[in-house]
């Protein structure tokens, strides 16, 4: 069965902090995001990539960096996290189609930062 | 850039009431994005209600509807006959699939629905 899975699902971190949330799909996607979501913005897209070692930037991608080190996996980190990243972070997967398969969704991670 | 704007929440309803969200969306780089209608129940992730790939047509998933109008760029859901379980915030997004790096979603702020008993 398709399936995004994230980890880990909630993280409490300090101002400065370094953290990295992960993202596996088991899909055989080409494509990957990451989403960021705070009521009053909806869904805004941080980084994405298609395909292993790829990385283009999305909407949203200051204080963020990315990296997809294989097909499967796709991972986002904050280095020096800030309050203002206290949000809900969603990750995607899709393939080149979406007349096939809609992307999908992970279930979240909700992040933290005192 | 792409853009989409939907009714801003919350929406209050009451059981058995009919229900529309509005949805209009502005393409720049893709002259018939996909349009799609997620949805993210209390304590779960998002997860999608419909999609419609081609302008003109209509989709439609758990009582839910929504038309692919092109000449008014919009994407409207409804339903005519709303349960509490469909409590949820929804989403309405567009698809640029134009190929490459242009391949990803844009959403709007999100409509949080609550049906009343």
């Known amino acids: 069965e398709a399936a995004v899975t994230q980890s880990p699902r909630n993280k409490v971190t300090v101002t400065g902090g370094n953290v990295t949330l992960s993202c596996r799909q088991t899909?055989?996607?080409?494509?990957m995001y990451w989403y960021r979501q705070d009521t009053g913005h909806g869904l805004r897209l941080i980084h994405y990539?298609?395909?292993?070692?790829?990385?283009q930037i999305g909407d949203v991608p200051d204080g963020y960096k990315a990296t997809r080190t294989t097909q499967e996996d796709f991972f986002l980190l904050l280095e020096l996290a800030s309050p203002s990243q206290t949000s809900l972070y969603f990750c995607a997967s899709s393939d080149a189609d979406y007349n096939n398969q809609a992307p999908l969704f992970g279930e979240g991670t909700r992040l933290s930062v005192l | 850039g792409d853009s989409v704007t939907q009714t801003e929440g919350p929406v209050t309803v009451s059981e058995s009431e009919s229900l529309i969200i509005n949805c209009t969306y502005s393409a720049t780089s893709i002259a018939y994005p996909n349009l799609f209608w997620y949805v993210r129940y209390p304590g779960e992730g998002l997860q999608l209600l419909l999609k419609?790939?081609?302008?003109?047509q209509k989709g439609s998933s758990r009582g839910f509807e929504a038309t692919y109008n092109k000449e008014t760029t919009s994407f409207h859901l409804q339903k005519a006959s709303v349960q509490e379980s469909d409590s949820a915030v929804y989403y309405c997004?567009?698809?640029?699939?134009?190929?490459?790096?242009?391949?990803?979603?844009?959403f709007g702020k999100g409509t949080l629905l609550t049906v009343t008993p």
């Open positions: 990539s298609y395909g292993a070692g790829n990385l």
């Open positions: 899909n055989s996607h080409n494509y």
């Open positions: 419609v790939i081609t302008a003109g």
């Open positions: 997004a567009l698809g640029d699939h134009s190929g490459g790096s242009n391949y990803k979603l844009t």
